[in-house]
Each structure stands twice: as C-alpha cells, then as structure tokens.
C-alpha cells in the first residue's frame, strides 16, 4: 500500500502542481479532494507551460487515473474547456482516465455572479476571493440547495432542483445586488448539453474505486489545492477559502479511512507569499518584496493578482506541520533567492512586547505581530542548472538545515526551477 498526500503548508501557490506531476510519473491514481477552479497550477514539461485548475496534474501522464471527488465544487463549463484544451495538445486521450464522482457539488454560472457581487459590496473588508463562486456553491451544498454531478444525468431533478435553487438567487440579484434574474429553461439546455460531453467522465463510486486501488497495492496520491493557512477551520478566517484545506479533508471528501494513509507532504516556498487580504507578518513591501516577485514570477495563474510575498515564515511552517501531521517537506522555488546578499527568516513573533514562536490562536493577534528574524548568509549562484544535492553552495545547505532543524522535519523535495527535472531528491518518496 502506497497512498500519500500533498498539501500546501502555506497560503497557497506553494507548487503543489509542478510536485505532483512529478511524483505522478509513479502514481496509478491521483485525486482532486478540495477547491474549485479558485486554485491554478502551473506545469512546465519540456519548455511547455500547462494551466489546469480542476483536473489533477497527474493527467499529463497517459498512464495515470485522475480523479474528482465529492469534496470538489465542479464548474461544468469550466471543466469542459480544460478538458478541450488538454485534447488539443494532444494530451487525455483516454476519457476513462478522467472521473468524477456522481456526489461532486456543481458550480453553476450564477454563483460567480453571486461571488462577485457580495466582494464588490464590500469596503475594507473584501476578502480577496477570485470571483470564481467558490463561497456561494460550498453555501448551497451546507444549506442542501446545491446540485450535484448526477442530477446533470437526470433531467427532471435538474429542472427541479435549479428552480429551487433560483428561488432564493434572483431575489437577491434583482433587489439587492442590481442584477438580471436567470432563466431555468436556458441553463437546464446548457447543462444537459454538457451532460453528453461529460458522460464519459463520470464515476457512481470514487471511494470504491479508491480504497479497491489502495488494497490493492496501487499507488495513490491526493492532491489539495489552496493553502493550510487558507483552511475555512483553521486558517486566518474570515481571509480564508470556503474548503477545509488540510490532510484530514482529503479522508472525508473521499470516503476513505485514516489508516489507508502513509505519509503526508507538506509543499512550501523557500519564501513566502499571499494573494488578496488578511495578515501577513513577514511581508516586504520594499525593493526585496519586488525582487521575489519579480524572479518567481508571483502572479496568480488563475486571477493574474500580483502575490504579496516575504520572508519564509517558520512559526506558520511549523503551525501547518503540526495541523496536517506532514511527514515530510518538499521546498519549491529555492533558485529565487540567488542574487540576495543576506537572507532573514521568521523564528518568532513579538505581540505587545512578548515573543512567542507559537501560531496566535486569534486574528487580532496575529495583525499586530511583529516578525522575529534571523539572518541567514544568501548566495549568487544560478541553481537552476544545479541536478545533484552535493552540488548546492554551502550557504544553501546552510539555509535548509536551518528550516529542517526549527520545524523537526525532514526536508525531502528540492525544486531549483520550474521544470521537472529541476528536482533535486534527498529522500525518494513515493517508490513503494
């Protein structure tokens, strides 16, 4: 038995993506838990940048099952783009290796209105949410008025259900929102038109046929999207996503028990960064800001916001290690700091003159936390062209010993670049 799972330890965009098509080059199956189309990751394979934001990465390889599960919020037209898209670089030729669980909420056109109009409603409070309307279908399947993937195969319950749902949606569009009402009979022909296209996709049972793969002696990744610290639970709430984020999600999206699981990945920038509002201690909103930015290329892959980024933070590193039970770290990104003369890391926070190096359990706390550095010498070396760990200058060494020694865990995965061969390994994972 093999199944592991990989999650982000930060606010997400930590490179989950480019982690799991590597890793699934080994996988026989690789599931899609959490998130919607709010989350975006950027793949590059021989110089050939690929975007998905529904389908796992694992679906550049030909031999690999990709799966949706019931935990996901499915834009149907949103999905079938990037199903066309991935045809049309003759990629997905196998429609089976593709599947989606029968109890996937779906996220309908009207939920991004939805989303959209609340977030420009809102003064200082916005919460930075991608207008994609993630929050509004999370909503809808809590309150039970939501839809999910097999009522597109069952057109009476669809008529019924969306009318049901519009109900309640277009009085708040035309009296308070200001916008155009929408039209049951319309939608319904869309859906049901892209129902014949996704029929091929579809799975009654994704928890059968997950725990059958993992008795089995398959290998089985599970991939999360968004960030620990974005988590609905434990996250800086209310800046937080409409999911819960964390390894344990993926066992009740699933269907599957804890015992199933052997080892967690928790995937983090040498530095960190964060889109839209909320606290941010580490923050640099200086020329170093810029720099990271500038050489990571911090746009959002789904928004195109520019990313706030900073100095990795280790209490928060530390905070996510603890909430997913990671068992192992995998860092990406860290050929962005070449070029920086000293680099600084957060060990601490100081709140009302007291340092702790623990996470604040309120909101309030951590807005007025000052960060606690410690200097770390940098490095002018390229290590994008760098493919053998002993090859890494010594003040990189230095800068990962460091890391792995606060948060007393191992730091397995190295990523120099954006390719998948820019991978440096210091523990296989994944082989068995």
């Avoid at 003369?341 to 359990?361: A, F, H």
Wanted: proline share 5%; net charge neutral.
């Amino acid at each position: 038995m093999s199944a592991s799972i990989v999650v982000g330890a930060q606010w997400g965009d930590e490179g989950k993506g480019k982690l799991v098509d590597v890793l699934a080059s080994k996988a026989d199956l690789v599931v899609r838990f959490q998130g919607g189309a709010n989350a975006g990751h950027t793949l590059v394979v021989n110089g050939v940048k690929t975007i998905l934001h529904l389908i796992p990465s694992g679906i550049l390889h030909p031999n690999t099952l990709c799966m949706i599960t019931s935990g996901v919020v499915l834009d149907v037209f949103g999905v079938l783009d990037e199903i066309e898209k991935l045809k049309a670089q003759g990629l997905m030729k196998k429609a089976e290796n593709f599947l989606i669980s029968d109890n996937c909420s779906l996220l309908m056109p009207y939920h991004k209105i939805l989303d959209v109009a609340r977030e420009s409603h809102l003064n200082k409070e916005k919460i930075g949410t991608t207008g994609k309307g993630i929050g509004p279908a999370y909503e809808d399947r809590t309150s039970r008025r939501g839809l999910i993937f097999s009522d597109l195969f069952q057109p009476a319950t669809l008529k019924e259900k969306l009318e049901r749902a519009l109900q309640e949606k277009n009085v708040l569009f035309e009296k308070i929102y200001g916008q155009k009402a929408f039209e049951t009979t319309e939608l319904v022909e869309k859906l049901l038109q892209a129902a014949e296209k996704l029929a091929p996709h579809r799975c009654q049972d994704t928890s059968h046929l997950i725990l059958k793969a993992i008795k089995g002696g398959k290998k089985v990744l599970f991939e999360g999207a968004q960030g620990t610290l974005l988590d609905i639970h434990h996250g800086t709430y209310p800046y937080v996503t409409s999911s819960p984020t964390i390894s344990s999600s993926a066992l009740t999206s699933t269907g599957i028990g804890p015992q199933n699981i052997k080892q967690v990945i928790g995937v983090f920038k040498a530095y960190a960064t964060r889109v839209g509002s909320g606290p941010f201690p580490t923050e640099l909103l200086d020329t170093t800001g810029e720099f990271l930015r500038s050489v990571g290329k911090e746009f959002g892959s789904t928004t195109g916001r520019p990313r706030r980024c900073g100095w990795l933070d280790l209490v928060a590193l530390k905070y996510a290690i603890r909430l997913n039970g990671i068992t192992s770290l995998a860092m990406m990104k860290l050929d962005v700091l070449s070029g920086l003369d000293r680099l600084q890391i957060c060990t601490g926070y100081k709140i009302n003159g007291t340092v702790v190096t623990e996470w604040p359990s309120t909101l309030n706390e951590l807005e007025g936390a000052e960060p606690v550095l410690t200097e770390l010498p940098g490095w002018k070396e390229d290590l994008t062209k760098i493919n053998q760990l002993n090859e890494l200058p010594r003040p990189v060494n230095q800068y990962l010993d460091f890391i792995s020694d606060f948060v007393k865990t191992p730091i397995d995965v190295i990523s120099v670049g954006p390719g998948r061969e820019q991978t440096l390994w210091v523990k296989p994972l994944f082989n068995t």
